[in-house]
């Protein structure tokens, strides 16, 4: 008799293990997936021509409230929790909610691992924004100073169509348009394309990995949030970015702890700008998962194009959207920017803010007085846009991987901040990597 399943997800991991276990095992029957986190992913289809023979309707995705009734109303006797950057407390809160609507409670771990032919690096943290992406560039120029092709493979963020989005290659600018990127997109492929470099995304992640096998001497996994990685192999490297301004997240979050325990390398980043007691609490940490792990301490170091127009000015800063709303960082890069420059006053944007960039206000009450760079869609761009210049500061600090004034058009000054990983003494990602 088949196992009635619903996955618990945000249109990434919980596509990722319906494709890899679920979609041709003919144990198991998915009847829905419920969705959080991302605007408008939740009244869509996991369509047909992604879902397999056993599935010619496509599976329904519901609001993850709905949860209880779903479970339910289709006799479910297991549900699978898919998706990362969670308390351990909230994860266990979810599964007794499922445990008392009548079924089994299930998270999965390497079985979902597809194994690569080529030799992998994977990078992965213990939650949003600790730092993966600079910590990627990093690794992808220490192995192309080798002289060897590195193509990445980042994380799924497929908010628009699936089918479309099946594999995506990104190797031009001309690409993120091609593909109808957000700006969450845009930010994670963007810094590649630019050191020309070549990168891979989409659905079926399968599919991706054979196709980057066939222009690739070395994989590398670019993680999301704090999930583990997609990708296994006989030769690989685990590495882990930590964030000491979150001390004790490391230990404390699904599945970034996971992720201590698989890791070869720990990059312990932000210590220039973290206090000594919490970089030594995350070191703590970090051992105690893992006494045999290397471990690589690293700075972040801030470059401003205008400091001028943070000096003695009303700023308005605009972070990275994930790091500040299921990242929970009640700052970033532009807020020590602001400080280090010597700002007048960080401007509240919320009683300027409209539309979708309202509502995100409402739903992450804690953001404070700082503006997510939310752009899931055309709509929440316009509504950022519209934000940004009915704000009233005398400039614009943007803190996005991407600069924005490409994408809105802003109608005061702004300057752009960028970061890199800047590895303190030794060992270093260079050495690390020596035998690749």
Sequence with gaps: MKRKVIIMGAAGRDFHNFNVFFRDNDMYEVVAFTATQIPGIDDKKYPAELAGSL???????????EIVNLIKNNNVDLVVFAYSDQP??????????????????MMMGANTMVKTSKPLVTICAARTGCGKSQTTRAVVKALKAKGLKVVSIRHP??????????????????????????IEEMEEYEPHIRMGSVIYAGVDYEAIVREAEKEADVIIWDGGNNDIPFYTSDKKLNIVVVDPHRAGDEISYYPGETNLYLADVVVINKIDSADLEDIQEVRENVRSRNPKVT???????LFVDDPELIMN?????????????????????????????GCAEMVDPRPWAVGEIAETFEKYPEIGVLLPAMGYSDQQIKDLETTINNTDCDSVVIATPIDLRR???????????????QEIGLPTVADVLKDF
């Excluded at 909230?90 to 079924?103: C, P, R």
């Excluded at 994408?407 to 990983?421: D, F, G, T």
């Design 407 to 421: 994408l809105v058009k802003i109608n005061k000054p702004a300057c752009q901040v960028n970061y890199e990983l």
């Design 88 to 105: 351990h407390e909230a994860v266990m809160n979810k599964g007794a909610i499922v445990n008392a609507a009548g079924a089994d409670y």
């Design 55 to 65: 599935y010619p309707n496509g599976i329904e995705i519901h609001p993850e409230s």
């Design 157 to 182: 963020m497929p908010y628009g169509d699936l089918v479309a989005q099946k594999v995506q290659r990104f190797a031009e600018l001309a690409d993120l348009e091609k593909h109808k990127c957000t």
């Design 313 to 341: 000015k009303r700023v308005l800063v605009v972070e990275d959207g994930p790091t500040l709303t299921h990242g929970e960082m009640a700052y970033g890069a532009g807020v020590i920017a602001a400080e280090k420059y």
């Design 295 to 301: 471990i690589i301490e690293a700075a972040s170091p």
